[in-house]
């Protein structure tokens, strides 16, 4: 009754041997050490600067000397705020799944919450959370991490709702009748179950977190160290060479985090896959290969995890948890009860709040945010068509062409994944040389920050094309014009919706930084919302900041309940292809 | 049936309906009394959509019956107090827990210590013969391996009574008879610690080979049909007279759900008066009806059931839509387990693609009440329209949830075909189509709002 020992490793070590013998076991022990460490002193030293008094004129220094710690702020801040996310993502998204009736207003309120453009906050949450604590770096910061958490969090949380409401219904039946206790549950079926989905999401939500981090950094008065605010100072400075290494960080970084975090969790997370059989061509990781071979990795995971996992399951086994509805006890429906009237009572406080301020605004206050929001609503659908008409046939070029994919499909991902704020504050220094207006510039800025969202879907569409239908236009002799019409842009329609769609609430995002910029002690800006928003903010006038924010906002979210939803649905069902 | 025995479940009086919004109820499982005795292998037969995996689940105690109650050695059942097991069909493995730890997590939900928790799950690995799967994962193995796994699973906590829920279905069909056979030896060789085996499946031949004890359900509420022993000795034989006389026995009892069946010997069916119902639609498409009646055509009009599964290398679940549509449309009628061709279906199966349609046509509008419902109301109606809903509000009040989608899905395939209507996506409206060889319908057609 012997289990097949671990002889399935000794191949693997022997691309090691290469090196001295005693190093193949301990040198990963030895860097996983001094990482610790590293990590140590770290944390000490964040925690001087973030409870230290405030700097209102922080000096950003330009020295090379500079980067890494810069670099390492704002990674901090993008760790924690997505700590923070997932927390709070799975814990949204198990309430809402286990509980119909808070799902009935959770899951409207979360596609709300998506749609509406983080940014139009920035200026609002910075200013109350450093009056919350005054005089300490600690408030910026948290307003910082707060911001790019109501970034990144929504789409993991409904993520985690999905999936777990997709559990199959036999094997949520299986773990009944085994008697599997609640943490045998979510440790076994629904954390498993829901991890590619939030691997994925997780992704694009630190990659829009950049975005966001870019542009706290970069904003007004409260600078706080980091890599958006070095860039920021060598774009002021007019200094190049400190642009140019600035950039060249960010890249670094993202590729770091790329190959040390991303690809071993997907490579990782390949045995979460709901497949039949076995795929071919898994995704491999060099640095989850390096862990699996490190012996203090093992020992870690054979002395503490396993027995800790033990532990769990043994003690709720004996101390059974209730989750669904059915031991529900008064005091806990009374909690409920007490606890959503509160929640109904402090919103209904906030909105007579709301309208007391409104009321106090003037006619031309009014008719200034109806202009605004024409502007900005005319230069994002702009944006959209230019985007389009470049993505479109260059998407479609790429997806047919697997030998152009190759070489273009890297480019254009290293392209994107540098987020659009950090280099405006140098597009801005270009076009103000060109002499251009911010007019005519925060098109380009809005075009920037979105036209990858389309470009990548319209390649991944021109790729689901069916080879027998291009195949069948060919034998038909459908070609030019006629082959856009018939095949392509039928083809594509559905990921190019999709496409717009992320692009739409993208672009009015970045239409709060776009359209009003500080540079070299000066205030750029043009007519939109978004400049309205910033200018607001700048002259601490808050009845017009709250209520551009609040108009911008509304408008985002009906657009994309009018539009763009019902483009998506006639997506869905007329032009979808099916096997 | 000498002596008595003690049941290990018995369900009284259970029964399933669904409250509709406007009070109405939706009956799913109409009241059944069951009892699960030890020592039996118990099949649950049943036309698809009937109810039985549901009935499965309330015996069980997964699932509450809306009224009724189930006891388990005379209390009442709950997952947490009964000694029971499933198979399900689609095996329902943990894709990222390898074979052993499948097999151990039920152990380790009741608090087994590591050591004989491992024990027990490499016995059990061992009798079901995945000796050397251990650290292998669910996807790296064929079907019937997988399906070992969840037998394993089932065993490992000795359950009193294993259920199993179509276990075989999913499998080829060299692959389910090996495992059906090696279950049968597990069991008669008393190798597994189970006092009773309960098998939902739809597989007539199957009931037949496993059984001690067959139960058939009806459909449109379940109901048992029948219930009756099988004392055939193990290992059966397919083709001996009384196996083949049972099949066909079974055969007839579920074609003509409204006959009293002549029981063959120990036999004993159960009789329930028949109901006035909203008349439901076999799920066949308009392609398998017209396949069936050519095929009956070609083999002189007249042909056994069973030889026709056999023909056709269907079961029982995928065929007999297909002959129960073709009934309903009158171009066949069954006799004793034969079916027979119809003048009408024999028109049908040599006639061209056009006429084909109006035969079709002819024969829907005749014996289909849906469509006769829809026919006549297109007619009615000044703009030749219907809303889809129309559809949904008369079967809503008959049907449950995932019935009412299947009906108006077979209503629509055949109603499309015959050109009764025709569907606008975009308003997910009815509208009447203009059928083949009539004259065309007066087209003043007022503009639609």
Sequence with gaps: ?579 | MTEPVDPIIRAHAVEKFYEQPDGNRIEVIAPVDLDVEPGKIITLLGPSGCGKSTLLRILTGLSQPSSGKVLWHGQPISPENAGVAIVFQSFALFPWLTVLDNVEAPLEARGVPAMERHKRALRILDTVGLDGFESAYPKELSGGMKQRVGFARALVVEPEVLFMDEPFSALDVLTAENLRNELLELWLSKKMPTSAIFIVTHNIEEAVLLADRVIVLARNPAWVRADFPIELAHPRDRKSPRFVELVDYIYKIMTQPQLAVAVPDAAAAVQKPARQKYQMIPHARVGGIAGLLELLQDRGGKEYLHRLAEVLIMDAEDLLPIIEASVLLGFATLKEGDIQITAEGARFAEADILTRKILFRQAALNHVVILQQIDSMLHAKADHSIPEEFFYDILDEHFSQDEVERQFDTAMNWGRYAEIFDFDRESHRLVLAEPVGEPHPPTTTPVQL
């Design chain 1, 1 to 579: 009754m012997k289990r097949p020992q671990q002889i399935v490793f000794r191949p693997l070590v022997r691309i090691w041997s290469v090196l001295p013998r005693v190093s193949v076991a301990g040198l990963p022990d030895l860097i996983m050490f001094s990482g610790g460490l590293a990590l140590f002193y770290g944390v000490i030293q964040v925690g001087r600067n973030w409870l230290g008094p405030f700097h209102p004129q922080l000096e950003i220094s330009r020295s090379p000397g500079a980067l890494p710690v810069y670099a390492g702020y704002s990674l901090l801040r993008i760790a924690l705020a997505y700590v923070l996310s997932m927390l709070f993502a799975v814990t949204y998204g198990y309430v809402a799944a286990y509980r119909s009736r808070a799902e009935r207003f959770m899951i409207p309120l979360l596609d709300v919450l998506q749609s509406i453009p983080v940014l139009s906050f920035l200026p609002g949450v910075m200013l109350a959370m450093a009056a919350l604590f005054p005089g300490r770096q600690l408030g910026v910061e948290m307003g910082a991490v707060l911001l790019i958490f109501t970034g990144q969090v929504w789409n993991m949380a409904f993520s985690f709702y999905a999936s777990l409401k997709s559990i199959p219904r036999e094997m949520r039946e299986a773990a009944t009748i085994y008697r599997f206790n609640w943490w045998q549950r979510f440790l076994q079926i629904e954390l498993p179950f829901a991890t590619i989905g939030l691997v994925w999401n997780s992704m694009m939500s630190v990659a829009g977190a950049w975005f966001f981090l870019m542009a706290c950094e970069q904003f007004g008065d409260f600078r706080l160290p980091g890599l958006g605010s070095y860039l920021q100072a060598a774009a002021d400075g007019g200094d190049t060479g400190s642009i140019l290494l600035g950039i060249l960080t960010m890249v670094a970084v993202i590729v770091l985090i790329d190959q040390f975090v991303w690809r071993p969790v997907i490579a990782w997370a390949e045995k979460f896959k709901m497949e039949q059989v076995e795929s071919t061509s898994a995704p491999t990781s060099w640095v989850l290969d390096f862990l699996k071979r490190s012996r203090g990795v093992a020992v870690f995971r054979k002395r503490a995890i396993r027995p800790l996992r033990g532990l769990m399951i043994h003690y709720f086994a004996r101390h059974e948890v209730r989750t669904e509805s059915a031991g529900e006890n008064q005091a806990v429906l009374w909690l409920w009860r007490v606890v959503g009237t509160s929640a109904l009572g402090a919103i209904g406080y906030a909105v007579v709040r709301v309208v007391m301020i409104l009321t106090g605004l003037h006619g031309s206050d009014f008719r200034q945010i109806g202009i605004g929001l024409f502007a900005t609503w005319l230069r994002v659908n702009v944006t959209l068509v230019l985007g389009a008409l470049w993505t479109i046939p260059a998407g479609v070029a790429i997806g047919f062409n697997p030998r152009l994919a190759r070489i273009a499909q890297p480019l254009a991902q290293i392209a994107a994944s540098v987020p659009a704020t950090a280099v405006f504050p140098v597009v801005l220094l270009v076009l103000i040389r060109l002499g251009g207006g911010l007019g005519f510039g925060s098109i380009v800025l809005l075009l920037l920050g979105t036209q990858w969202y389309i470009l990548f879907n319209v390649i991944a569409g021109a790729m689901a094309i069916p080879t027998d239908l291009k195949e069948v236009a060919g034998v038909f002799g459908i070609r030019g014009w006629e082959r856009w019409r018939k095949l392509i842009l039928p083809g594509i329609f559905p990921f190019l919706v999709t496409g717009m769609i992320t692009a739409s609430g993208g672009a009015w995002n970045v239409s709060i930084v776009a359209e009003y910029a500080h540079l070299k002690g000066q205030v750029y800006s043009t007519v939109g919302i978004g400049a309205m928003i910033s200018a607001a903010t700048d002259a601490k006038n808050f009845n017009l900041l709250l209520a551009s924010t609040i108009a911008l906002a509304a408008v985002v979210v009906t657009t994309n309940r009018l539009l763009w939803r019902r483009l998506y649905r006639l997506a869905e069902t007329r032009f979808k292809l099916e096997g």
